[in-house]
């Protein structure tokens, strides 16, 4: 199958299973055609166990297709949230995302989440160029995901400090940094108490998606240009776990007679 030739112009789909909110978004160029998120009826984000994305994540897709009134054989990229997050999220959007491409013929842009967090700060005035943005995530069990990144002269994102998991007690904040974070509230008011009065975490829209849409634009590279810092080929693209499943895995049997 030949090798298809987007441009930041394309029908570009989206997906992001990484958190407890199941997220798809079309969009093309400036304008999200369609898109789903995980809400109940407040209109927050809803807590998905992650291992029914699995079971969702390819009727959603159907959904938001539906819904912007375009076939999946006129998507000319997809977007894959790589992590850090939920392993079994990670797995199952990683997967969907490169099957797709596979059989499509199509580019995948793979981004992790704190470069969607810088991006956001970013693109809401809140973070300058030369200043440090600190993403930070729930990782349970009184522990973090974190990556250092700096708004470079360009306007783009550089990453410092990959993504690493960490004890919340062990988080160092850099002087002038802003601290960008996907928590639930418990967590926020814990990293308070360990963090300087006058960092200020804030969370970002829960629609990643979009932010990825403005990224793409502010990059301003086509798709298809091999130095483009996103796209990668559908079987390199690598799901950013972190730590391993929490899972408790069985005792060996016991030999017998003893």
Not at 18 to 32: D, H, I, K, R, Y
Request: glycine content about 8%; overall charge positive; some cysteine.
């Amino acid at each position: 199958m030949s090798q298809a030739t987007p441009t930041t112009t394309g029908v570009v789909l989206s997906v992001d299973t990484t958190m407890e909110a199941l997220q798809v978004a079309m969009w093309q160029g400036n304008a999200v055609l369609a898109s789903y998120v995980d809400t109940p009826a407040d209109g927050g984000p809803v807590a998905t166990p992650h291992r029914k994305h699995s079971a969702r994540i390819i009727p959603v897709i159907q959904q938001v297709l539906q819904q912007a009134g375009v076939p999946l054989q006129q998507v000319a990229a997809l977007v894959a949230v790589t992590g850090p997050g939920s392993f079994t999220g990670i797995r199952t959007g990683i997967t969907c995302v490169r099957t797709l491409a596979q059989v499509m013929g199509i580019p995948i842009l793979a981004v992790n989440r704190f470069e969607l967090m810088a991006w956001w700060a970013i693109q809401q005035g809140k973070a300058r160029v030369g200043q440090l943005v600190v993403g930070v995530a729930d990782a349970r069990r009184g522990r973090v995901y974190t990556a250092t990144l700096q708004v470079a002269a360009s306007g783009h994102v550089e990453t410092l400090i990959p993504p690493v998991c960490m004890a919340r007690e062990a988080l160092v904040i850099p002087p002038g940094a802003i601290v960008v974070g996907e928590l639930p509230e418990a967590e926020k008011k814990a990293l308070a108490a360990v963090l300087p009065a006058e960092v200020v975490i804030q969370t970002p829209c829960i629609v990643t998606s979009t932010v990825v849409q403005q990224a793409v634009a502010g990059l301003g590279q086509p798709l298809n240009d091999a130095t483009h810092p996103w796209v990668v080929p559908w079987a390199t693209v690598a799901p950013l776990y972190i730590q391993p499943p929490s899972i408790t895995l069985p005792k060996p049997p016991r030999a017998p007679g003893l």
